[in-house]
């Protein structure tokens, strides 16, 4: 293996964030995204509202001083509970994704790698995965758990194992016979040392890209449960359980709904910008790389192999 190979794969794993960043719309996703994350982590100091606290004189008070985007039905400020329940979205598309990569994965690189029986049935696990729909899938788990947040976690999570699978598996088929990992195995490297230290370290763009994308469907998931009043239970703030109970008054506190909506639509449209933006950016890196590699040497020509010997 020669040096400049290694060498352009690290220079263009190093500019694939200055890449992503300098096409405008994944700047912007970014920006959204990284205010939302701090305003929502920070929210107990720099917003000292409790979210819980009712004033029932000032139910469905509209816009002011008191209340920027007015009170809900229970004299609750509308603003505070959209800040901490982007908490909860958050904390459940992190919690979603941790648990669909940490199974789907590892179900990938074993089907994968060794093939055979396993592939066999661990494919037919992800296929009766797919073969539920998500959401119902989830609404059933959540009746046999119980409403609650780490529930609605869970049920969001095991509905993107499928997805982190097939990626896998497909990444791990498509380097499975390459040289370097055949090396590997002539050298005496074990199975877990090829899958762990070799496959999984040159497949992880398309899981990158996905671990964005499937933030974006867990947020989307969490508050369409909520909405249909099987999602986080009141009175934990929830965009979805504030679209729910938002459309009853959208005459006398427009806010209640619009503001949560519009929450929810510019996260999963960042998140969405950037995980397509991202796929481009890592699809376009291959190519860079290609170009970095030193060519072949071109064969000798008869005439100087004449003159040679």
């Known amino acids: 293996m020669s040096g400049p190979t290694r060498g352009g ?60 985007f007015g009170a809900d039905e229970l004299g609750r400020d509308i603003f505070a509970r959209v800040i901490y329940g982007a908490r909860t979205s958050l904390l459940t598309a992190a ?18 790698y060794f093939g055979g029986w396993r592939d066999a049935i661990l494919m037919r696990i992800v296929d009766v995965l797919l073969a539920l729909p998500g959401i119902l899938f989830a609404m059933a788990l959540i009746a046999v758990l119980g409403r609650s947040q780490a529930a609605a976690l869970v049920a969001v999570g095991i509905t993107g194992i499928p997805s982190f699978a097939r990626i896998t598996r497909a990444q791990v088929l498509s380097l499975r016979q390459r040289d370097f990992v055949l090396a590997v195995e002539a050298l005496g490297g074990s199975a877990s040392y090829n899958m762990f230290r070799t496959v999984l370290p040159n497949a992880w763009s398309p899981i990158l890209v996905q671990v964005v994308i499937l933030s974006s469907v867990a947020i989307l998931l969490e508050a369409a449960l909520a909405f249909l009043g099987v999602g986080i239970p009141p009175p934990t703030p929830s965009w979805g359980e504030m679209l729910r109970t938002g459309k009853s008054y959208l005459y006398e506190a427009p806010t209640y709904g619009v503001l949560p909506g519009l929450a929810l639509t510019l996260t999963i449209l960042s998140l969405d910008t950037l995980g397509r933006v991202l796929a481009n950016v890592l699809d376009d890196r291959h190519e860079i790389v290609e170009e970095e590699l030193p060519a072949e040497p071109a064969p000798p020509s008869a005439a100087q192999a004449e003159k040679r010997a």
């Open 95 to 112: 919690g979603a994704v941790v648990i669909a990569a940490s199974i789907g994965v590892p179900m990938g690189l074993i089907a994968g």
């Open 9 to 68: 794969w690290y220079r263009a794993r190093v500019t694939t964030a200055g890449r992503v960043l300098s096409r405008p719309a994944a700047a912007i996703s970014v920006a959204f995204l990284l205010v939302t994350i701090a305003v929502s982590l920070a929210a107990p100091w720099i917003l000292p509202i409790d979210p819980l606290y009712q004033d029932l004189a000032s139910t469905l008070e509209p816009p002011g001083a008191q209340f920027w």
